[in-house]
């Protein structure tokens, strides 16, 4: 009976095997069909390899896997070059130039797919480099082939222009990485790296919206957003054999960007995070960024498995579930669960969770509808989630928002017949670096005047001790009668400067203000002091150095009776003057309306039902906001739960 046994497992496996291998011969002979008279290079790769199996096979799955990715070509792609090497090296870009480039829509440039350019040469260059760093490494040992392919062996990343890059970094990074460490720990081979990448400076940029820069062209600039610091990290380890991959969030349940990360595979198997722009590779104190997710994603080089069979060529699917070559990781970050919610989706076959955004919510999953529930798996928990019906393009209420904790789900239906004060100070939330504005650089900052030019014999005006609660400070110096000439703003004892608007007031109830003649010399440039008089609150000037101060001529002789102070901020406070509208979130029934009002303080007052998930929104001016709850006498945002 045994006997038995093995001989049909046996026959299974035979079938098994060449059922794959009929399905990759398939996927093979429709790519090279694809490649058109470009099908002789790949076939030379093909031949190249016919008596090395592994890397006949790896090849295999380079072409398979080609006919999805193609980069973009035009003039504007190398126009634009001088303008992000200007901002490289630090120099200001005038903002007709940026305005120009804003309007270029880069992503209807044509496609150049890399099946129909690609070379032979190119192919077996990457194929080879690569094999090498995944065989000379001794933390290599336990990467199996699977994730050799897709954490080494791809020759590109995203979007971008083809480039030969593969022995540009690995000449270069793996020269250092040798004399740096020679151990088998890949967490130390990657902080070799790391070190190296850190060495040189990055320039954050967020202006231009544009696909992913060659690699050769980010080895010698290092500009962009976190997209591109990815890239460049993944170019680098990759080149020194070490297994690294991008994983990203859709939409952030906390402020309204995307966000991507690159995240290292241990030889245990796990991914850890890092980012040579953040923080080090570690398994004894795994670092975050402190983001909340909601659900995450690993980019894949290779075609990945549906979720849901007939997906991919469902268009009433959003774009994002249709992407084979993407992986939830979710449970990597927050371990596996499930949550089952209500929901009244009809006859829809398919459920979608979505994230806030003032522009509609967000799908980042989606599951099969049962009978009027909906169970999801691998969320993050305490966020604010929302279940979606969708046509592929327009997202309904399928059901009540919810708040998924470890212990349970938080239905928010809203209460109608129960209404409570709400007194609200602000539109969005405070998340990740805004934290740190009403503190940062304030607490123990001061304000001193003084007759002398020199500031001797000043007196104290002011002393910040606290952390500020608004981003308008209306302060009071201890003798309004008493005259200065000069006054100054100094920051906290080793501390940096950072502040947004100064403004100073000879009458206590405002009205004109005093010109500030800024005195003094300072390394700064006078385009960035100026933001602190510009009149502008979200404009503001920073500097790292420490025990620095900003000091103003006031023209004459003067009694200083009103300060008006801002710091640092993103101006999401109520603002005197605005007009506000507050919604609540009604189920199948969307947002409904608690009226509009124009604030005439820093505050807002509403009646709300109980248990009510809501929504303000500026009618006059921006564009962040964000959902909240109401409880205990305060706003509850996502980032608060």
């Not at 929504?615 to 409880?631: C, H, M, P, S």
Request: charged fraction near 25%; glycine fraction near 6%; hydrophobic fraction near 35%.
């Amino acid at each position: 009976m045994k006997s038995l046994f093995i001989i049909v497992l046996n026959i299974f496996v035979v079938i098994f095997l060449m059922a794959c291998n009929s399905s990759n011969s398939k996927r093979l002979e429709q790519a090279l069909l694809f490649a058109g008279d470009n099908r002789g290079e790949l076939e030379k790769v093909l031949t190249h390899y016919k008596n090395n199996p592994e890397k006949l096979e790896a090849a295999r799955f380079l072409i398979c896997n080609m006919p999805r990715w193609y980069g973009y070509e035009g003039w504007q792609l190398d126009s634009i070059k001088p303008v992000l090497i200007q901002k490289n090296k630090g120099e200001i870009v005038p903002k007709e130039v940026i305005e120009k480039w804003q309007r270029v829509s880069f992503y209807s440039l044509p496609k150049v797919y890399d099946a129909k350019v690609i070379t032979a040469d190119y192919l077996i260059e990457n194929i080879d480099l690569a094999f090498d760093v995944w065989k000379r490494y001794p933390w290599n040992r336990s990467l199996g082939f699977d994730d050799f392919c897709e954490l080494i062996l791809p020759y590109r990343i995203g979007d971008e222009p083809l480039s030969s890059w593969r022995k540009l970094y690995h000449d270069h990074y793996t020269a250092i990485l040798d004399s740096a460490y020679r151990g088998n720990d890949v967490i130390e081979a990657c902080k070799a790296v790391d070190k190296e990448l850190k060495r040189v400076h990055y320039r954050w940029d967020t202006d231009l919206n544009i696909p992913h820069q060659r690699a050769d062209f980010l080895f010698y600039y290092r500009v962009g957003f976190c997209r591109e610091a990815c890239d460049v990290t993944l170019y680098a380890m990759r080149a020194c054999g070490i297994p690294v991959a991008c994983e990203h969030f859709v939409y952030s349940p906390e402020y309204q960007h995307p966000h991507f990360w690159t995240t290292l595979r241990d030889t245990t198997g796990k991914f850890i995070q890092f980012g040579f722009n953040e923080f080090e590779a570690s398994r004894i104190n795994p670092g975050s960024d402190g983001r909340k997710r909601g659900k995450v994603y690993r980019y894949c080089f290779g075609v990945q498995e549906e979720p849901f069979s007939g997906i991919t060529k469902d268009e009433k699917v959003p774009a994002l579930f249709r992407n084979r070559f993407i992986k939830d990781v979710t449970a990597n970050y927050y371990g596996e669960n499930k949550v089952s919610i209500p929901v009244q989706s009809g006859p829809e076959e398919y459920v979608y969770l979505g994230v806030f955004s003032p522009g509609g919510w967000i799908p980042v999953d989606m599951t099969h509808s049962n009978k009027g529930n909906a169970t999801f798996r691998n969320l993050e928990p305490d966020i604010i989630y929302q279940p979606l019906i969708s046509d592929g393009h327009n997202h309904r209420a399928a059901g009540y928002p919810f708040i998924y904790m470890r212990e349970g789900v938080s239905v928010l239906k809203p209460d109608t017949s129960h209404l409570k004060k709400a007194v609200i100070k602000r539109k969005m939330s405070l998340c990740s670096g805004y934290k740190n504005f009403p503190h940062r650089g304030i607490i123990g900052s001061r304000i001193e005047a003084s007759l002398n030019r020199d500031f001797s014999n000043a007196d104290l005006l002011y002393q910040f001790n606290d952390t500020l609660r608004t981003n308008y400070c209306e302060l009071t110096p201890p003798d309004k009668n008493k005259k200065y000439r000069y006054i100054r703003f100094l920051s906290p004892p080793d501390n940096i400067l950072e502040l947004a608007e100064f403004t100073v007031f000879e009458n206590s109830t405002l009205g004109e203000s005093i010109k500030l003649n800024r005195i003094g010399d300072y390394p700064w440039p006078s385009s960035k002091l100026d933001n602190i008089t510009d009149g502008d609150i979200l404009s503001y000037f920073y500097t790292g150095d420490t025990s620095c101060f900003v000091a103003y001529d006031l023209g004459k002789v003067t009694p200083i009776r009103k300060i008006v102070f801002s710091p640092r901020n993103d101006d999401n406070y109520i603002w005197p003057g605005d007009e506000y509208e507050l919604f609540y979130q009604d189920g199948i029934n969307g947002w409904k309306s608690l009226g509009i009002q124009t604030a005439t303080r820093r505050e807002l007052e509403y009646r709300v039902p109980d248990n009510a998930l809501l929504w303000l929104r500026n009618r006059t001016k921006g564009r962040e906001e964000q959902v909240f709850i109401y409880k205990e006498g305060r706003q509850y945002f996502t980032v608060d739960i």
